[in-house]
Structures are given as C-alpha cells and as structure tokens.
T-cell receptor, first 113, second 112 residues
C-alpha cells in the first residue's frame, strides 16, 4: 500500500522536552516537506529536502530540526527552543521540480502538557 | 514575500448549486497551481492541479487559470453537503528550490 505514514497521531510534550515526529514514504519520491498548521490557518513550511543528506529551512524553521539520512524518511524534531509548539504537523512528499505535486500524510497533532 | 490570497469565507451555497472559489498570487514566475480539500481535523487531499492558462475539468471540478491576472479559481458543480470543507490554494514557486506557498483557505458550506 503506497503512501506517507506519520506517527504518532497524537503527541504530548512536556516543558523543556524535545520530541520527534516520524514521516516515512514508500512512493519513491525525492522531495519531502514538513508543514505546521495552526487552527483556521493555512500551511506554513518548516523544512524541506530535495535529496538525501540535504535540506533547507522554510519560513518558520526556528525551534525545529530535521535529518534526511534515507530517501524514505524525514523526521522532524521539535526542540525545547520552540516555545509555542501546539499545532497540527503535516508531512508531504513529491517527485519535486517544476510540477511539485505534493501528497500528504495523515498528520501529527502536538500538544503541550 | 511571495503570497497567496484567499477569501476565508465561509462561502455558503445550496445543494446542487455551483460553488466558486478564488485565489490570487503574487509571484509572476509561478508555473503550477494546486487545489487541496481539507476536512476538519484531517490532512489536505489533492483535488486538482493546473499548469496552463484556461480551464481544466475533472468530474464536477473545474480549475481555471489566468496567469496575466494572477488568479486561479475552482468551480464545483452540483455541490453536495459532502463538499463542505476548507479548500486550500497552493502555488509552486522557485526559491533555492521549488516549494509550495499555501493560501489560508476558503471554508465552503453546502446547505442541504
């Protein structure tokens, strides 16, 4: 079954804690993306990666970190430096390039305890 | 700052009517445009994409693109209550590499 898998579906973070959100795809896509969505808002780009071992900051990268060690995987760490992490986090992938049709995982909802 | 603008709505239409959703964008160099549907609490789902000026039809959906005026629209014919959702417009721009810029979405409500 081809697609993008995000886990966990719900995540709770304690004060001062780093948490990692998982994103795995088996679509053989080169490009992967992380977005944040706040209630009633559109999607804001956190980080993106066009190729393994390379990634770029998006519009709101502060307080987040990523790695891209495998084509299939693009985990996002929400660090303690992100003071307002409560949001819906969405991972997407695409073949990249000028068409850049992106498909999304089911999302992870992060809340602060 | 490259932007994508949408009316937040809600846009309310009766069942069976045509719903018209609009989006404007600032980057004249954009080449590809997308409409996503997002139900409450769910992730966005791709509805349509369009690259060329004019209309593109897929079932009850028609995407319209006018690059000279920098707008893209989505028409939904024979609207159904199940079409009630937020519709996100996205534009592909080239920065250091390609990325999508999303509008904040238009909420559509189809009344039975």
């Amino acid at each position: 079954d081809g697609g993008i898998t995000q886990s966990p579906k719900y995540l709770f973070r304690k004060e001062g804690q780093n948490v990692t959100l998982s994103c795995e795809q088996n679509l053989n896509h080169d490009a992967m993306y992380w977005y944040r969505q706040d209630p009633g808002q559109g999607l804001r780009l956190i980080y993106y990666s066009q190729i393994v071992n390379d990634f770029q900051k998006g519009d709101i990268a502060e307080g987040y970190s990523v790695s891209r060690e495998k084509k299939e995987s693009f985990p996002l760490t929400v660090t303690s430096a992100q003071k307002n992490p409560t949001a819906f986090y969405l991972c997407a992938s695409s073949i990249g390039g000028a068409s850049n049709i992106q498909y999304f995982g089911a999302g992870t909802r992060l809340s602060v305890l | 700052q490259k932007e994508v603008e949408q009316n937040s709505g809600p846009l309310s239409v009766p069942e069976g009517a045509i719903a018209s959703l609009n989006c404007t964008y600032s980057d004249r160099g954009s080449q590809s445009f997308f409409w996503y549907r997002q139900y409450s609490g769910k992730s966005p789902e791709l509805i349509m994409f369009i690259y060329s000026n004019g209309d593109k039809e897929d079932g009850r959906f028609t995407a319209q693109l006018n690059k000279a005026s920098q707008y893209v629209s989505l028409l939904i014919r024979d609207s159904q209550p199940s079409d009630s959702a937020t519709y996100l417009c996205a534009v592909n721009i080239r920065d250091s590499s390609y990325k999508l810029i999303f509008g904040s979405g238009t909420r559509l409500l189809v009344r039975p």
